[in-house]
């Protein structure tokens, strides 16, 4: 008797994109939210009375949420598929931007930015899972990326119309706003997004993996731990900045006004976001490719943070601070391409969650700790190059980290791709 077919590939084509498209709204959203602090954060020191350390509490709470989520939800997107996952996700995000929106004091504030990161905490590995359930391998890289270019877009766009509402509409009825367009998305992806093509697979076709065995899996397998250096060496940067302290660096550390500094931000993150899905196409190609671009990409990450924290007499000149935060928005962005294709390597496509949730996490919990630290640095007296030393040396580690898995691999191992 011959051996068994090998399973079929999504299909991919116009609903998988309808699908997606759904999905990733749903993900624009939440970036939307993570990062809205920051256009508020002086306005929000001013309503709540807190100083710097506490403020960055805020954010960093609702991200210590998200990362604390990571594998728990990957084996939820594993197991209850991405409808479900998303569906939950937009009621808690749309609860606590109204709790945050109505909130008295900073208790109530902390605990509607917990809500958002509950809510958050699914959404991407599940938009991932569409991505993986929907369409072919070779195209993963590719919608990998474009996911990461929405999320870049929302992450600009909660900048400009969130601080023009804030001062048009006022705190509460400018963040009751974006939660109730937060619930418009629930009705959307409960009458268009459906967990996979065609009908489920019989009862026992991928049989579940027990929580710490699916987590030993990934683990044990070299693309999640490439991916993993990946994204801890690239994603914090620009995510520290965006999610709270690009916009005081700007204006009180380089001396931006406040309007230049949030069009300076959302100029750079909107301008950069052409890289990802171009890289994400010639991935898919060749993905031989990647070794060469991760390294080449953590080593000028590395360089520029340098600068900014070693520059004699002070901050860099504005051109060169401009410089580092194209560099480090454009790592932002090339991040989803590299880091989740990394991820997928020796794995099936069932079981990518809990891959992709590692590497979200390892990401997410270095932009945690640098951006606490920053605050700290801060409140203590500590100017921004002080305050940035914590990013700067957790991503030349994850750098060399990263370079260090990169080439030992054995020849050719750089472009294996999983058996289906």
Do not use: K
């Not at 209850?80 to 569906?87: C, D, F, Y």
């Not at 950069?272 to 991935?283: D, E, K, N, Q, R």
């Not at 935060?325 to 020796?346: C, E, M, Q, T």
């Not at 990013?391 to 289906?420: K, N």
């Amino acid at each position: 008797m011959g051996a068994a077919p090998a399973p079929l590939e999504p299909p991919g084509g116009a609903r998988a994109w309808w699908v997606w498209g759904i999905g990733v709204a749903v993900y624009f959203l939440a970036m939307f939210h993570r990062n809205g602090l920051g256009a508020a954060a002086l306005e929000a020191q001013e309503r709540f009375d807190v100083g710097p350390a506490v403020l960055s509490m805020l954010p960093m709470l609702q991200l210590l949420v998200y990362v604390v989520l990571q594998v728990p939800t990957g084996l939820l997107a594993d197991r209850v598929g991405p409808r479900a996952s998303l569906t939950m996700g937009l009621v808690a995000m749309a609860s606590g931007v109204a709790l945050f929106a109505l909130a008295p004091g900073i208790e109530a504030a902390i605990a509607g930015r917990v809500l958002i990161g509950l809510g958050d905490a699914v959404t991407f590995l599940n938009v991932i899972r569409l991505a993986a359930l929907w369409f072919p391998r070779s195209r993963y890289s590719l919608v990998s990326a474009l996911t990461g270019v929405v999320g870049g877009l929302g992450q600009a766009a909660s900048v400009a119309p969130l601080s023009f509402a804030l001062h048009g509409l006022g705190w509460t009825w400018a963040f009751l706003l974006f939660s109730g367009i937060t619930l418009l998305m629930l009705l959307l992806v409960l009458l268009v997004v459906r967990d996979r093509p065609g009908p489920a697979p019989a009862r026992g076709a991928h049989p579940p993996v027990r929580a710490w065995a699916a987590v030993r899996e990934a683990l044990a397998a070299h693309g999640p731990r490439l991916g993993m250096a990946h994204h801890a060496a690239v994603m914090p940067p620009f995510t520290t900045l965006g999610v709270l302290w690009g916009y005081p660096f700007l204006v009180e550390g380089v001396g931006f006004s406040s309007a230049a500094a949030g069009a300076l931000l959302s100029v750079v993150g909107a301008g950069v976001l052409w890289i990802s899905p171009l890289l994400g196409a010639v991935v898919g190609r060749r993905p031989g490719v990647r070794r060469p671009l991760a390294t080449g990409l953590v080593v000028l990450l590395s360089a520029a943070w340098l600068v900014v924290v070693c520059w004699p007499g002070g901050l860099p000149p504005a051109p060169v601070v401009v410089a580092v935060l194209v560099v480090s928005a454009a790592g932002s962005v090339i991040a989803p391409a590299l880091s989740f294709d990394f991820a997928r390597d020796g794995l099936p496509a069932e079981r990518t969650g809990v891959a992709s949730g590692l590497v979200n996490m390892s990401g997410f919990l270095t932009t945690v700790v640098v951006t606490v630290a920053a605050g700290v640095v801060l409140e203590a007296g500590g100017g921004f190059q002080a305050a940035f030393v914590p990013v700067t040396a957790t991503t030349a580690l994850a750098g060399a980290l990263l370079a260090l898995l990169l080439w030992r691999r054995p020849r050719g191992g750089a472009s294996a791709r999983p058996a289906r």
